[in-house]
């Protein structure tokens, strides 16, 4: 079986799709029973379906925006239904692995697959990391500066509580600006310095075990860096603005969900947004698949200021829409794209096999 077969069908295994899945309805659960509250799920009649329709609508959008985007960064290489494919792949490896992991691999197995070569599939992952890294660097002291502290929660948690938040935010930053520096450094500046520095690094007799991998690793970063140079200012400017795009529609989506059960003035509206990118860079370091459980847990404290006894429900609703909805999907598209890209290598091995033979 083709090595990347193997890496597909492992990571995207049952047991790691019920895992998020008892994660998410346990905390879920949890909400509900602990204070007694089973009898707010009432409140869903109350609910405005005009703003349910938008928070769907929303979210459709989103992932058009990051067909887009995929699109963009392979110069078109991918069709619209190849990008789908893709697109819901990703999302899907990315709700069963821990937020701070991600869907990386598998998106670059996939790309892979679709046709492109293993160094540019490389180069497109690892910007689109980048171009979300950047968005949270640069979008998040705007969020802090605009709030002027508010965006912290005091909902429901103690002063110690609070700065345990705070402490969890700085340090998320930091990891993903650090991080994002170096790969952009990586990238863009020296990629055979970092793979020099790499081989240096674990030339350590403690850090020994792991030269092979940082070898390939570095390799890596020079192929996706040969990539992605002398791309033009349109492709830039592409691939920058649809970051902004989607990542603007995912943390609006929570805005519509929270307007359908009360009313938001323009200002909780800017509010609700940079809580929002606060809550998930937060998140980022969650090690759950997906964040299941930890997503619902911290939601209310986050939120609950604007829906009081509606808290519940949103964050039921949030997970329901942008959640559950990938494990569904990415199941019902992965047996279907292994079938046809694996069916296609199978294909075109028998066909060199065959050329081969009759060459003899």
């Given amino acids: 079986m083709d090595q990347n077969k193997k890496t597909i069908l492992k990571n995207f ?4 799709i019920l895992i998020p899945v008892l994660l998410g309805l346990g905390a879920t659960a949890w909400l509900f029973i602990k204070d007694d509250k089973l009898s707010d799920l009432k409140g869903i009649a109350e609910a405005n379906w005009w703003w349910l329709a938008a928070a769907l609508l929303v979210l459709v959008i989103r992932d058009l925006g990051y067909m887009y985007r995929i699109r963009s960064l392979t110069d078109k290489f991918l069709t619209w239904r190849n990008s789908l494919d893709v697109i819901m792949l990703w999302e899907f490896a990315s709700a069963i692995t821990p937020s701070v992991v991600g869907g990386t691999t598998i998106a670059t197995i996939v790309l892979n697959k679709e046709g ?8 497109y992952v690892m910007l689109t990391a980048v171009l979300d890294n950047m968005f949270f660097i640069i979008a998040a002291p705007i969020a802090l ?3 002027q502290g508010e965006v912290f929660p005091d909902f429901g948690l103690s002063a110690t509580d609070v700065n345990a938040l705070k ?6 930053y930091t990891l993903i600006a650090v991080y994002t520096f170096i790969m952009i450094y990586a990238l863009f500046v020296r990629p055979r310095a970092f793979k020099w520095i790499l081989l240096k690094l674990t030339g350590w007799k403690l850090l020994r075990k792991w030269r092979i991998n940082a070898f390939h690793h570095g390799n890596e970063i020079v192929w996706a860096s040969q990539q992605l140079r002398g791309k033009d ?4 400017a592409r691939a920058i603005i649809s970051t902004i795009f989607v990542w603007s529609a995912r943390y609006f989506l929570l805005n519509c969900l929270i307007a359908a059960f009360t009313d938001v003035t323009f ?4 509010l609700i947004i940079s809580r929002n990118l606060i809550f998930w860079i937060v998140m980022l370091v969650a090690i759950t698949p997906g964040g299941a459980g930890i997503v619902e847990m911290a939601f209310p404290s986050f939120f609950g200021l604007f829906l009081g ?12 829409i942008t959640y559950y909805p990938y494990l569904v999907l990415g199941s019902i598209f992965l ?3 292994v079938a046809k890209v694996f069916g296609r290598a199978s294909v075109e091995e028998e066909e060199v096999s065959y050329h081969d033979a009759s060459a003899k």
């Fill in 13 to 16: 295994s049952p047991i790691k």
């Fill in 116 to 123: 492109i070569p293993l160094g540019k599939s490389l180069a």
């Fill in 145 to 147: 500066l605009a709030t």
């Fill in 167 to 172: 402490t969890a935010f700085y340090i998320s």
């Fill in 233 to 236: 200012f349109n492709y830039w």
């Fill in 267 to 270: 200002a909780e509206h800017m």
């Fill in 309 to 320: 006894r509606f808290s519940n429900i949103v964050v039921v609703l949030y997970r329901l």
């Fill in 335 to 337: 047996p279907k794209w």
